[in-house]
Structure formats: structure tokens, C-alpha cells
């Protein structure tokens, strides 16, 4: 009896603070949704200054901007949201365009364009991103995905054409294809840790350089490259070896679909099974692991090899879903991606699926903000970066936005040590 | 009761395993020899190989028969190969090794230049400049890397410092700003690595990858923004200057590389020496190497670690920032795109397998630009060895170095590690 009556006194003035106050007080203390938002809106106002920065009509107007500064900052609000505005509109859709189908002067494929950009643009990045964050949560950092994609790319490119399967299976074969080639060049750097200690880091680097140079070369060997052309480019892939997509301006491929269903086997592999437990378990704390019986090494190699297949799905889905030949560019820089998917999905499964869909929207969008606005897409790396950047240093943001600490402290994925 | 007794224990010292490192290089020495001597010997035409001493095919130079000559070297590198499995001169294996793998190269030399001639000047100079900014990169790691900041951003460090020095060297149309501001340039990346990595404790690898890609896309978008339309106000910068040394710049092969060349390959050769000294020498180098080895340590002593980590990378960030600049104030003399194409990841390469040693990153600098050069070569002379596969010898090296296939590479014991204050 005596305790309760503090405790009711507790309830009595917490309820005196408003839905308002609680609510403004939960967003502005420093949980992870907060954080992403803030770190995106840092990474735009960024994006910004570099947009004016760069343009010498705009800066020149900043000569005389004690005299007249409503000149500089209109022609400055102009160049920004124009820019921003097309990026929204490369990434989701034109306004204008939905309204042209909804009346009848427009295609209903020309109003969905954009966002089957978004979703081809973000196929590959969701498979290299959930290599790197299931070999995050294994305690390794995967910078490998580049390599093990570009992998992924010769082995699926090499069967969608080589073999002359029947259809279904041709496609099948070529992306299990691209699987295995990904899960080969990441077993490498996984066992050499297992068995030596060598790490992964480095050795993941050195394998990126040595699979781009090894696409180089073979792009250019006989019965690889196209006869009817003399600069590097592979033949093309069979028809039948093509991920199946709407034609047309609608490039959006069943490479999406298959990202989502891997996304939700990785959430499975990782949270349900019993290799995914090991592998946390060895993430956290590997001596502890070890103690409890758990083969380390074991777990390292078969993780590399796991993250490698992983990324090579994403250099498969590349090559028979949107390039449809080898080139020595044609992973462009999906792993480099995925590692920056991975840090912003915060190595959650479903987190990847959302950043990657996050990163295919940004460059879709860049890609019109490009060609409307000419602001280099070059842009969309920056803030691509800097989104990361704050998001791995949450400290850093909230010293910007004097945050409130969060009193649960959660533990973040364990990083491996560099 | 019972009294306990003493068993006398019997000093067993540890045999000396049968395949100790020595023995294993030599085998493996033996093998490649073995291949050099069969493989190169049989597929080198009969004719003679020339090692001109001048820049072109006229002069002095050092002849010998192709065929000869591949067999030869071969049999050196065999020979090499089992003193070293014979355990002989145990003091001087670094040296029989060096020995071998030179044999071994030469031999692979006199199988390809047979019939043609390989200018030795050009061949040394290129070797040189492009070793050059993977020296000054690899310092910049060493400089990081010893007081135990993982720096894998001397990608971005070179690019933002190749983009700063283009910009600043044609606004100023002075080629020492560039050389000044692309020093400023590598500081700035190093600079927020500093801080996310020593401040806010963020992975070091992790800022370090998103800092190259950060630099890529920064420097890429001013790049398309200012210097693509107008490179006359922006992208011109003037080349650093060639100075002869009269007298020394006569010695053959030696003088016009060493002494008839620019400014920065003494930079980076006087750095190896001063980082060197600096480090084996000084209290700032026992310090920093108290650091990247036992911080806590250092710090009951009175050191201060984020201090001497901060300063550390920023001087990396200036050295890193030097190297860019070779990219387009001495290379080219622009800047474009990615011009990098992944030199910092081969100075990091030459990092690691120079065992974080200013001397030994030295070495594979040169031993990679060796192979760079060499793959230039070979692609102009037509030769059916792909220089892909040369170029991917840097990464593979440093594979089988630090898998501890040949001697395992330790990386300072803190490096990489956070220092938090408790």
C-alpha cells in the first residue's frame, strides 16, 4: 500500500504531458528511424550546396548578394528544386504523365516508366546487399561483393549463351550459374580466414581487381566475344536465358521478384535456422562460439561461400536482366552498392530490401535529373555516401540536431574490425 | 599420507619442423625455376634479346641469346632455390629469395625481348614514376597504420588530391598551389576520417570504403559540373617541371631517371628515408608505435593516443594527397573521371606486402610498377602473355602474403581498433 501511492502519483503526472509532447520527445530522441531520416536530409542539403556551389550563373549572382540577395537565393531555390523535383520524378513518376494516362493521352507505360527504373536499378543492389550484411552479421565485412558479382556476371553470361538450353531451364541453369561462380570467389577469401587468418578485408579487395582485370581479358578471348565486333563486348545472351521483363520502356525484370523471395529466404537462413544462429553466434562473439562448440573456421568458409552466391545472384540478375552482354563494366558498381545497401538496411534482411529499393530510386531519379536538369549523376554517389556516412555515425548526427540519447541502447551489428 | 612427488620433467625443446619457411620458399623457387628453365626456355626463339642502355634500339646494350638466356636464368632460380632448401647461408635468405625471384624474372625477360629489344632507361623511369604515387600512398598507410587507423580511403585521398591539384593548379596557373592544394585535398578526406574513426568511433573500414566513394562521386560531379565544360579556366594545370642535375644525370640508365626527372620522386624517395628514420629513430615513432601496438599502454605512460592518431593521419592525408597530385600535375596534366582506376587499392596492396615498412613498401611499390610498366610493354610489343594477368599480380602477391604462404604479414596489434578512454 505505501508503494503504490508514488507510483500512482508517477502515472498522474505522466499523463498530464500531452500526446503532443510525448510524441515530438520520441521522435527527436535518437532511434534508428529518426536517425535514417535526418541522415537523408543531411546528405540532400549537402547535395544542395554542391548543386549551387557548382554552377558558375548562380554563384555569380552571390558576387552582388549584399546588394540584392533575394537574386541569388531565387536563382539558387530555382536550380535546387528543379533538380530535387526531377529526381522525385525520375524516381516515382511525373505527375504530368499520370495525368495524360488517367485522361487518355497518355500510355499507362510511359506513367510507370520511372518506377519500373527504380525497380530494375535496385534488383541487383538488394542480392549484393544482403551479401554484405549476412557476412556482417557472421562478424566479416564482405567487400567482396563487387568481385563476387562480377563473377556471378561471367558465369551467368558464359551459360545464357554457351549452352542453348531450352527455355526455363536455360534461364534456371544461368542464374545458378552466376550463383555458384559468386559463391566460388567468395569461398576463397573465406577459407583462406578459416584456415590462416588471412583478412578478409584485404584479401576481398585484392579478388574485386583481379576478377575485373580476369572480365577484362575474357571478354576479348575468342568464343566469348562477339565476331561481329571488335570492341570488348560479349555475344549476347540467348533469348531464353533473359529474365523474362514488359518490353518497351518498362525494363523492370523478374529479377525483383527473385530479389524478394531471396530477401525473405535470407531473413529465414538468418533468423530461423540453425546455420544462421551459428553465424550470429560467431558475429558476436566468436571465442563464445567456439566455447560452445561451434566450428568457427567452418562457419567462416561457409559463409563467404553463402555472401559470394549471394552477389553472384546480383551479377546475374545485371546480365540477364538489364545488360543482356559482358562488358568490362557490366557490374558497374553493384557491390561497391551493396555495401552501402547493407550499412544503410542496418545488415537487416527486409533494412537491405528497403535501402536497396532506396538506391534504385536515387539513381532511376538521377538519371532524369540528368537529362532535364544537367546536374551530373555523379550527384546521386555523393549523397549516396553521405547518406551512409551520418548513417554510421550516429553520434555525428545527433550532435548536429542535439538529439536526446535513447535509453534503450541497442547493439548495433557487430562490424568486423578492420 | 601420501607425499606428493616431484616428477622429474625432462627439457624437451620443440624439433625444428621439417618445412620451415626456408624450405618451403625453396621448393617453391625449385618449381618455378624448373618452369622457367623448360617452359620459357623452350617457347624463347633462338635469337638475340637486347637490353638497349639508351632509349631506343641504337647504343650500348646488353645482349645475350633469348633461348640462352631464358634456360640460364631458369637454372639460377633452381639453384637459388635449393641452397635455400639445402639450408645454406641461413642469415641471407631474404637475399637468395630476392635472388631467385630476380633470376626468375629475367629468364621470363630473355624468353620475351628475344628477337627485340627492351630499352633499359624507359623501362626504369616508367617503373619509377609508377611506383610513385603507390609509394607515397603506401607511406600515407604506414603513417596511419602504425599508430593504428586502418586507412583503406587512399583511393579517395588520391583522387580528391589529383581534382584539388588540377583545379587550384589552373585557377592559380602555379603548379606549386596544385602541388600545395592537392596536399590540402588528401587532408580533407583524411580529415573526416579522422574524426568518424577517432571521434565517433564509426568502423574504420567502413568509413574508409564510403570515403572513396564519397571522393569518386564528389569529384566526379564538380568534375562534369565545371571542369568538362570550360577546361581551359579549370582544367589545365601546369606539369611539375623536370630538373637535371648536371654531372650525376650522365650516369648511364641510373642518372636520367634519378637525376633528370621532377620533384616528386625525390618527395617520395626522401619521405621513404625520413618515415623510416622518423619511425626507428625518434620519440614521435616509438610513440607511434606504442600506439598502434598497446594504446592503453602508451596512454599510462602519459601519451596521447587520439592525439598522435589524429596527427598521424592528417601527415598521411598530406602524403596521400601528394601521390594524387602525380596523377595530373606530373601524368597527364588533367584531371578526368576516376582517374585513379584503383592505384590506392594497389598502394594498400604495396602497404601490406611491404610489412607497414617504409622501405618495404618501397620495394613492392616498385616491384608492382615493375609490372605495371612491363604490362604496358608487352601489350605494344605484341607478346601472347596477357597484361591482365600482369597487372593482376599486385593483388595476387599480396593474397599469398598475407595467407602466410610465404611468411605471414602482422599488422600492428591496435590497428584498426578504436581507442576509448576509460
Known amino acids: 500500500m505505501t508503494t503504490e501511492a508514488p507510483v ?80 522525385l520524378k525520375g524516381a516515382f513518376g511525373d505527375p504530368e504523365a499520370f495525368n495524360a494516362w488517367f485522361s487518355g493521352t497518355g500510355t499507362w507505360q510511359d506513367a ?84 590462416t587468418g588471412a583478412h578478409e578485408v584485404i584479401t576481398t579487395i585484392m579478388l574485386n581487381y583481379t576478377a575485373a582485370l580476369f572480365l577484362s581479358w575474357l571478354v576479348l578471348q575468342k568464343g566469348v566475344q562477339d565476331p561481329n565486333r571488335t570492341d570488348a563486348i560479349s555475344k549476347a545472351v540467348a533469348e531464353s536465358a533473359k529474365l523474362p521483363s514488359f518490353g518497351g520502356v518498362l525494363r523492370v525484370h523478374l529479377g525483383i521478384l527473385l530479389a524478394v523471395a531471396v530477401t525473405a529466404g535470407v531473413a529465414w537462413l538468418l533468423n530461423r535456422s540453425s546455420f544462421g544462429f551459428e553465424l550470429r553466434a560467431v558475429g558476436a562473439n566468436q571465442h563464445a562460439a567456439k ?3 561451434i566450428s568457427v573456421a567452418k562457419t567462416y568458409a561457409v559463409l563467404m561461400a553463402v555472401a559470394g552466391a549471394l552477389a553472384g545472384l546480383g551479377g546475374a540478375t545485371q546480365v540477364l536482366g538489364t545488360a543482356y552482354a559482358l562488358t568490362p563494366a557490366v557490374a558497374g558498381n553493384i557491390g561497391f552498392d551493396g555495401l552501402l545497401v547493407a550499412l544503410l538496411g542496418r545488415n537487416k534482411p527486409w533494412g537491405t530490401l528497403w535501402a536497396a529499393l532506396l538506391f534504385g530510386a536515387l539513381r532511376a531519379g538521377g538519371n532524369r535529373m540528368q537529362s532535364y536538369s544537367g546536374i551530373s549523376l ?39 574490425k578492420g | 599420507m601420501s607425499t606428493a612427488t616431484v616428477q622429474e620433467t625432462a627439457e624437451v625443446t620443440a624439433p625444428e619442423p621439417f618445412w620451415t ?70 642469415k641471407y635468405q631474404n637475399l637468395l629469395l630476392s635472388l631467385g625471384i630476380l633470376a626468375f624474372v629475367l629468364s621470363f625477360l630473355c624468353w620475351q625481348v628475344a628477337g627485340k629489344f627492351l630499352p633499359l632507361v624507359d623501362t626504369t623511369s616508367g617503373t619509377l614514376q609508377l611506383a610513385l604515387p603507390l609509394i607515397l600512398g603506401a607511406l600515407a598507410g604506414v603513417l596511419g597504420e602504425r599508430s593504428g587507423v586502418v586507412n583503406v580511403a587512399i583511393e579517395g585521398q588520391f583522387l580528391m588530391g589529383a581534382f584539388a591539384g588540377a583545379l587550384v593548379g589552373t585557377m592559380a596557373t602555379s603548379v606549386w598551389a596544385g602541388l600545395i592544394s592537392a596536399a590540402v585535398g588528401g587532408v580533407i578526406i583524411a580529415a573526416i576520417l579522422a574524426v568518424l574513426s577517432i571521434r565517433y568511433l564509426v568502423d574504420q573500414t567502413v568509413v574508409g570504403i564510403v570515403l572513396n566513394l564519397f571522393a569518386l562521386g564528389v569529384t566526379g560531379f564538380l568534375y562534369e559540373r565545371l571542369m568538362q565544360s570550360d577546361a581551359s579556366t579549370y582544367n589545365e594545370p601546369p606539369r611539375l617541371p623536370e630538373w637535371r642535375i648536371p654531372g650525376l644525370a650522365d650516369i648511364p640508365v641510373i642518372g636520367p631517371v634519378l637525376f633528370d626527372t ?13 618515415i623510416h628514420f622518423g619511425l626507428t629513430r625518434t620519440r614521435w615513432g616509438l610513440r607511434t608505435r606504442a600506439v598502434g ?103 595476387l602477391a599480396t593474397i599469398i602474403a598475407v595467407a602466410g604462404l610465404v611468411g605471414r604479414v602482422r599488422a600492428p596489434a591496435a590497428d584498426g581498433v578504436p581507442y576509448i578512454k576509460s
Not at chain 1, 555523393?382 to 551512409?388: D, N, P, R
Not at chain 2, 601496438?293 to 594527397?321: C, F, K, Q, S
Open chain 1, 8 to 87: 500512482k502519483k508517477d502515472a498522474e503526472q505522466k499523463d498530464e504531458e500531452s500526446f503532443l509532447s510525448v510524441f515530438t520527445r520520441n521522435l527527436w530522441s535518437s532511434n534508428t528511424v529518426t536517425v535514417t531520416f535526418l541522415s537523408i536530409v543531411l546528405a540532400f542539403v549537402i547535395g544542395a550546396v554542391l548543386i549551387v556551389v557548382s554552377d558558375s550563373e548562380v554563384l555569380a549572382k552571390f558576387a552582388y548578394f549584399t546588394a540584392r540577395p533575394a537574386d541569388a537565393l531565387t536563382a539558387s531555390w530555382t536550380l535546387i528544386s528543379t533538380a530535387y523535383s526531377d529526381l
Open chain 1, 112 to 195: 510507370l516508366a520511372p518506377i519500373s527504373e527504380t525497380l530494375t536499378y535496385a534488383a541487383p543492389l538488394v542480392f549484393t546487399g544482403l551479401s554484405v550484411a549476412l557476412a556482417f552479421r557472421g562478424g566479416l565485412f564482405n567487400i567482396g561483393a563487387q568481385g563476387q558479382a562480377v563473377i556471378g556476371t561471367i558465369t551467368a553470361g558464359v551459360a545464357g549463351f554457351a549452352f542453348g538450353l531450352p527455355i526455363v531451364l536455360n534461364l534456371v541453369v544461368a542464374i545458378l550459374a552466376g550463383a555458384i561462380g559468386g559463391a566460388l570467389w567468395g569461398f576463397i577469401p573465406g577459407i583462406l580466414k578459416a584456415r
Open chain 1, 291 to 293: 566455447t560452445a562448440g
Open chain 1, 378 to 416: 555523379e550527384l546521386v554517389t555523393v549523397l549516396q555516401a553521405l547518406i551512409v556516412i551520418f548513417i554510421a555515425a550516429p553520434a555525428l548526427v545527433k550532435a548536429i540536431f542535439r538529439l536526446r540519447a535513447t535509453r534503450l541502447v541497442r547493439p548495433g551489428a557487430s562490424l568486423a
Open chain 2, 21 to 90: 619457411r626456408q624450405r618451403r620458399l625453396g621448393v617453391g623457387l625449385v618449381v618455378i625455376g624448373i618452369l622457367a628453365a623448360a617452359l620459357f626456355g623452350s617457347l624463347a626463339p633462338g635469337e638475340a634479346a637486347r637490353f638497349t642502355l639508351s632509349e631506343d634500339a641504337e647504343g650500348a646494350a646488353l645482349s645475350i641469346n633469348g633461348q640462352l638466356g631464358a634456360v640460364l636464368f631458369g637454372i639460377v632460380t633452381i639453384a637459388t632455390g635449393g641452397l635455400l632448401f639445402a639450408s645454406f647461408a641461413k
Open chain 2, 262 to 274: 621532377n620533384l616528386l620522386v625525390w618527395v617520395a624517395l626522401g619521405l621513404v628515408v625520413l
Open chain 2, 293 to 395: 601496438e598497446h594504446p592503453t599502454a602508451a596512454d599510462t605512460v602519459g601519451i596521447r593516443v587520439r592525439g598522435l592518431r589524429y596527427l598521424n593521419v592528417l601527415m598521411g592525408g598530406v602524403v596521400a594527397g601528394l601521390g594524387g597530385a602525380y596523377f595530373t600535375l606530373v601524368a597527364t596534366g588533367s584531371f578526368t573521371k576516376n582517374m585513379t582506376a584503383g592505384a590506392g587499392f594497389i598502394a594498400l596492396a604495396a602497404l601490406i606486402f611491404g610489412r607497414f615498412t617504409p622501405f618495404g613498401a618501397l620495394g613492392a611499390a616498385l616491384f608492382f610498377g615493375f609490372a605495371q610498366k612491363l604490362a604496358t610493354y608487352l601489350s605494344a610489343v605484341g607478346s601472347p602473355v596477357p597484361s591482365q594477368f600482369l597487372n593482376m599480380l599486385p593483388y
